[in-house]
């Protein structure tokens, strides 16, 4: 997996060991606050705003704090106060591993400096659909949703790494797909490795220990995720004047095979680089 | 006591769902069905209080089987449960056909069961 995030940089290049990695994700954990938090430490706003703030996230796909004005919680100077404040109060983990003592302050920028030049194939500001792919918008929302649920329901902290053309989605160990037709004919697929499953389903199930479930229980765990991402797709879609209906999930029990691209078809691949495994995202298009 | 029928295709919603809904002693929980066909079927022996209907299901959907029971009974109580985040032509469909009320996914437990208490 070439995206990578600083610590596992650092860690694999053998700057710092896992143990001093964990020690600093302590402090971290405890010192960046969302965006909610940190109004609500500085009494702007109230555990009552935070749940009407959610609540209108589902109808409509805002950052937080845009929310806050939208809805008249907060005014567009207390945002940037706000903003500033998370900014200003952030620490950063090359910070946490200076202040844990792993890493020498002077030596920090010229890792950064490595780290940088390490990834600067990788990082992207926007996802990027392919010329000639139709629907490219809806496209490019369905992979920023797909991040967003990601990170909101199941808590992974995303990379997304750069949309790519390709003939087959890669074997992994679940793969879920979701037909869309309508304004468009294709298939959403997104799949898992054990260990990101595992996760989901902690999160899904709202309980820390998974270990006892059924095989069937994982796997609906992870096509509940992905009708969730997908049914957010169907409501955007109708945002941008196109009707599709989605199907309901299924676990594609040729998964470990890999996926192949219809005859005749396009397919999208998103990369979805996180920490705890494997993730991808695709769109095949039929008969384009 | 109200009892409430879940029907979700999804093990884990289902289970979820009748957790939230059972948890604070006020409602019953049966089922869950997992299809449209199956709820019809429950609707007509259990004659639940309230139906929490999930929209996409595979066999029949959560629309088609609306239908169904508002024409067993007119005043049949059902919310529908939708990941559509409460836009959508499906959304005013459902409310058209009878629905009561929608619950968005992934779930609020205080929010499910202030929905339910309305009803």
Redesign the interface.
Known sequence: MPVKFFGQFLLEKGIVTREALLKAVGPQDSTNLKFGETARSMGLITDADIDRVHDAQRSEDLPFGDMCVKLGILTADQLKEVLAKQKAGHLFIGEALIKTGAINANDLPKYLEAFKADQAPYVIDKVAIPAGVPDAALWEAAADLTYKMLSRVAGFTVRPGQCVLTQHLDANDTVVSIGMTGSVKARYLFSVSTNVRTLIARAMLNTDDVSKEQEDMLNDTVMELANVICGHIEAKASQMGKEIEISPPEVLTDGVNGIPVPTGGKGLLFPLHVAEGRIEAGIFLEQV | MKKVLVVD?????G??LSQIIAGTGEFEVIGPARNGVEAIKMYQTDRPDIVCLDM???VMDGPTALRSIMAIDRNARVVMI????????KFTEALKLGARNVI???F?P??VLKVLREL
């Open positions: 295709d999804s093990l884990s919603v289970r979820q996409n299901m595979p939708t990941s559509l985040g409460g836009v959508g032509d968005s996914k992934p609020k205080d929010e």
